[in-house]
């Protein structure tokens, strides 16, 4: 029940294309859905975050879509550029004071020129 | 700023040796937390301090001794490691407070090679 099942694993999309990710839990506790950004050799920077009250919160490219009743929520990049190649990880978490993240296993994305 | 130091960028160490790593944050953050990760996988959680309070331990070995001096320093004591333990470790924070959303920011890791 801890899980968070995130698809694909890998995603090639042309530039100026949409990339979108998805991700599902089974935790109704959870009530805080992230997206990290990793480059290479780099830590997972925080993208954009939704809780669970709304069902979509956008931030310039990036939306999150979020849908309470099917336990699933996916991340959206409009306009895809190739600075946006990066493993792209969803995550779970409950309200609390130092609750711990449960990770997806990552999406691999890559945005052709 | 929502920065998160590391340091060093990278280490090499033998089997024998014992190294540390730092990590430093200054956004008033009272949670921090110490990762493991491994090429094309998730961050795997170790340790989480609350209030400088070891809070959570993830069943981690004992060659890994982790240490809060105070509420923006946290380390992570190394010995007598495994090959198998080379990855990148990072290091994390977030607010901490009860009633707070887990909002995690990350470090930029350390590499960590074994040998």
């Known amino acids: 029940q801890q899980q968070v099942k995130q698809s694909p694993q890998s995603l090639i999309v042309q530039k100026g294309g949409i990339s979108i990710i998805n991700c599902a839990y089974e935790?109704?506790?959870?009530?805080?859905f992230p997206w990290y950004q990793q480059f290479p050799g780099k830590g997972p920077a925080l993208l954009i975050a939704?809780?669970?009250?709304?069902s979509e919160k956008k931030e310039g490219r990036f939306t999150i879509s979020f849908n309470k009743s099917a336990k699933q929520f996916s991340l959206h990049i409009m306009d895809s550029q190739p600075g946006d190649s990066a493993t792209y990880f969803c995550?779970?978490?409950?309200?609390?004071?130092?609750?711990?993240?449960?990770f997806g296993k990552g999406t691999m994305l890559l945005v052709s020129p | 700023d929502t920065e998160v130091t590391q340091t060093p960028k990278h280490l090499v160490m033998g089997m024998t040796n014992k190294k540390s790593l730092k990590c430093e944050q200054h956004?008033?953050?009272?949670?921090m937390y110490w990762y493991k990760q491994k090429a094309k996988k998730p961050p795997e959680l170790m340790f989480v301090?609350?209030?400088?309070?070891?809070?959570i331990n993830e069943s981690v070995p004992s060659r890994f001794s982790p240490e809060c001096p105070n509420s923006s320093l946290l380390n992570l004591h190394l010995h007598a490691l495994q090959p198998e333990d080379s990855a990148l470790y990072l290091c994390?924070?977030?607010?901490?407070?009860?009633?707070?959303?887990?909002?995690?920011?990350f470090g930029p890791g350390t590499r960590l090679t074994v040998l």
């Open positions: 994390a924070s977030s607010q901490g407070s009860q009633g707070s959303y887990n909002e995690q920011f």
């Open positions: 935790n109704t506790a959870f009530d805080y």
């Open positions: 939704i809780r669970p009250d709304v």
């Open positions: 995550a779970a978490s409950r309200k609390s004071g130092y609750s711990t993240l449960t």
């Open positions: 956004m008033g953050h009272r949670a």
């Open positions: 301090y609350s209030y400088e309070k070891l809070s």
